[in-house]
């Protein structure tokens, strides 16, 4: 059965298009892209998502009177398409109940740090700033916290003595495309168990 999957994005959307990328190619099997989600009506993620093909919702949280509002709105988007997974690629919110209680143990989020370190915004710039020697990509089930859901995956990524900010998040994205892949991919397989905080790959 196709895992039908809504990506959720608020910026530039890069990680969106190797999700995309990957399906249309046949690298991701049994999955199908079927809504980008956005809270950003400027951002470039829906560019990509005209160029690819793939339908966007596009909404203001501000024009909401609350965060329940919007994220029912979401949930019903999400249940007529009969969504199965969400991924969070750059989705800058938190998620709240309204959400989680819809979809939970389905959401899955993107960092760019090994967590439990250095979570929330700008992980890249806090692990520069502290001087790690290593940091990496984390890809986990979201929960009611800020980046606290028992983690799916990690890989590392090694700090060079001259990066910057952009240099080291060059990197980091070209780790998150592939392993953001990857864990799609062992989800739609049903590789994928959860016990508590831990994750087993099947």
Avoid at 124 to 133: E, P, T
Wanted: hydrophobic residues 45%; charged residues 20%.
């Amino acid at each position: 059965m196709v895992k039908k999957v809504a990506i959720f994005a608020s910026g530039s959307g890069s990680n969106f298009e190797a999700i995309v990328q990957a399906v249309q190619s046949g690298r991701l099997n049994g999955v199908e892209v079927e809504l980008l989600v956005c809270d950003k009506p400027g951002a470039k993620v829906l560019e990509r998502a005209h160029r690819l093909g793939i339908e966007a919702f596009v909404f203001e949280p501000k024009s909401y009177p609350d965060k329940a509002a919007f994220e029912a709105e979401i949930v019903a988007q999400l249940q007529q398409r009969e969504i199965s997974l969400v991924v969070l690629a750059g989705y800058m919110r938190l998620v709240g109940d309204t959400l989680l209680s819809a979809y939970e143990g389905r959401i899955i989020n993107l960092h760019p740090s090994l967590l439990p370190a250095f979570t929330g915004k700008d992980a890249i710039g806090q692990a520069l700033a502290y001087g790690v020697k290593i940091t990496g990509v984390t890809v986990h089930v979201v929960d009611a916290g800020l980046d606290t859901g028992p983690i799916i995956a990690q890989i590392p990524v090694a700090v060079q003595d001259n990066d910057t900010a952009e240099t080291l998040a060059a990197r980091i994205h070209e780790v998150e495309h592939g392993l953001l892949v990857d864990v799609i991919q062992w989800i739609a397989e049903g590789r994928v168990k959860l016990e508590g905080r831990h994750v087993q790959l099947l």
